[in-house]
Nanobody
Framework: QVPLVEFGGGLVQPGGSLTLSCAAS????????LGWYRQGPGEQRELVAD???????NYAESVTGRFTISRDNAKNTVYLQMNSLKPEDTAVYYC?????????WGQGTQVTVSS
């Protein structure tokens, strides 16, 4: 069983919005720090945002004020609300769950921002 599965990627016009979801299974979701990372063409994977088990959030400077990360422990799901999207946000977005020595990754979902 795949621990993390992302949903919600797609094609959106500049200035548009998109919400990514990541559903988790098979581990103690509420204990984990959850993060969204992205990797653009020819680029290294970078942290977009993360949220601790206590709900503290952290954002990359490039997305601050435009993206919002949230978690629903009852649904074992983490979300990334993306507003005012720019072409440079185009990337494969990955969900990550981390706690102690445990580190899980989703398979990634493509987000393309283009007119």
């Amino acid at each position: 069983q795949v621990p993390l599965v992302e949903f919600g990627g797609g094609l959106v016009q500049p200035g548009g919005s998109l919400t990514l979801s990541c559903a988790a299974s098979g581990f103690g979701f509420s204990l984990y720090t959850l993060g969204w990372y992205r990797q653009g063409p020819g680029e290294q994977r970078e942290l977009v945002a993360d949220i601790s088990s206590g709900g503290k959030t952290n954002y990359a400077e490039s997305v601050t004020g435009r993206f919002t990360i949230s978690r629903d422990n009852a649904k074992n799901t983490v979300y990334l609300q993306m507003n005012s999207l720019k072409p440079e946000d185009t990337a494969v977005y990955y969900c990550n769950a981390n706690w102690a020595q445990f580190d899980y990754w989703g398979q990634g979902t493509q987000v393309t921002v283009s007119s």
